[in-house]
């Protein structure tokens, strides 16, 4: 498979420890995005990269979370002292931001349950 | 910033009939609008987009209209089949796939 892949793809942990979750993009892709998904809802934006520039920052991105790509190619997402309300699916998309080609493609995501 | 309102949130078509979801979005700026399938467990994926450059996109069964004026935009399946049964999300952007911002999404059922 050689699409955007996500590790772990489940996490649950317990109310107050720190989660980091990785995610690597489809190879060439220059763009990379973190989403949120509960449970009946949409994915909400919560930030994305530019080569290892991050760019934008949803008001959802409250300072316990910290995401990096460091390298411009894998990327983390961590999660500091954890609470219940932060229990979804944290999904992964990567693009290819060349001319009039910008679509965004998934990952599978990491279930995070915060106990 | 961007609102997009879905609608509705729950379709059930007898299978052969053609099923048309409905979106909305706030900011006249916005510029692609993508839609995404998602089976139960599994990712989202992009089965369409639309630029507001071009007022109809058609791929086979699917297709999405565009309606600057009214910033709402469409998506029709026609023929419906058993997989065709998932939650379809609209979204919309400016610029690309760059923070997109979803509807609520559309769970589509093919009654057989």
């Known amino acids: 498979d050689t699409g955007v892949s996500q590790d772990p793809r489940h996490k649950i942990t317990k109310r107050g420890q720190n989660v980091t979750f990785r995610c690597d993009p489809i190879?060439?892709?220059?763009?990379l995005y973190w989403y949120r998904q509960t449970l009946g809802q949409g994915p909400e934006f919560l930030t994305y990269?530019?080569?290892?520039?991050?760019?934008?920052k949803s008001r959802l991105l409250s300072d316990r979370f910290s995401a990096e790509r460091p390298k411009g190619s894998f990327s983390t997402l961590e999660i500091q002292r954890t609470e219940q309300g932060d229990s979804a699916m944290y999904l992964c998309?990567?693009?290819?931001?060349?001319?009039?080609?910008?679509?965004?493609?998934f990952g599978q995501g990491t279930r995070l349950t915060v106990v | 910033g961007e609102n997009v309102e879905q609608h509705p949130s729950t379709l059930s078509v007898q299978e052969g009939d053609s099923a048309v979801i409905k979106c909305t979005y706030s900011?006249?700026?916005?510029?692609?609008f993508p839609w995404y399938k998602q089976e139960l467990g599994k990712r989202p994926q992009l089965i369409i987009d639309?630029?507001?450059?071009?007022g109809e996109k058609k791929d086979q069964r699917i297709a999405v209209t565009l309606n600057k004026t009214a910033k709402h935009f469409s998506l029709h399946i026609t023929e419906t089949q058993p997989e065709d049964s998932a939650v379809y999300f609209c979204?919309?952007?400016?610029?690309?796939?760059?923070?997109?911002?979803f509807g609520k999404g559309t769970h589509l059922i093919i009654q057989p």
């Open positions: 990269f530019q080569n290892e520039a991050q760019l934008e």
């Open positions: 190879s060439e892709h220059n763009r």
């Open positions: 639309i630029r507001s450059n071009v």
């Open positions: 998309a990567s693009s290819l931001a060349e001319g009039a080609r910008t679509e965004a493609f």
């Open positions: 979204a919309a952007s400016i610029g690309g796939a760059d923070g997109l911002t």
């Open positions: 900011d006249s700026a916005s510029n692609y």
